[in-house]
């Protein structure tokens, strides 16, 4: 089993310039993808998703 990469949502929110009310907004219209809980207080999201919605994202741009 590969044990999957994990960006805390302070990195995320540094890496991708959206502020932490942005990426909850998106996360509660369904526009982003779910975080996965690391403890009782923190979340983190899988690498491969929020590069696999980047792509989406880049794909929708296009057209």
């Given at each position: 089993?590969?044990?999957?990469?994990?960006?805390?949502?302070?990195?995320?929110?540094?890496?991708?310039?959206?502020?932490?009310?942005?990426?909850?907004?998106?996360?509660?219209?369904?526009?982003?993808?779910r975080p996965i809980k690391?403890?009782?207080?923190?979340?983190?999201?899988?690498t491969v998703e929020i590069?696999?919605?980047?792509?989406?994202?880049?794909?929708?741009?296009?057209?």
């Amino acid at each position: 089993m590969t044990i999957p990469e994990v960006i805390r949502r302070s990195k995320l929110e540094e890496r991708l310039g959206l502020s932490r009310s942005s990426i909850y907004k998106m996360m509660a219209d369904g526009r982003f993808p779910r975080p996965i809980k690391l403890g009782r207080r923190s979340v983190g999201w899988r690498t491969v998703e929020i590069e696999r919605w980047l792509d989406e994202m880049q794909e929708a741009s296009d057209e």
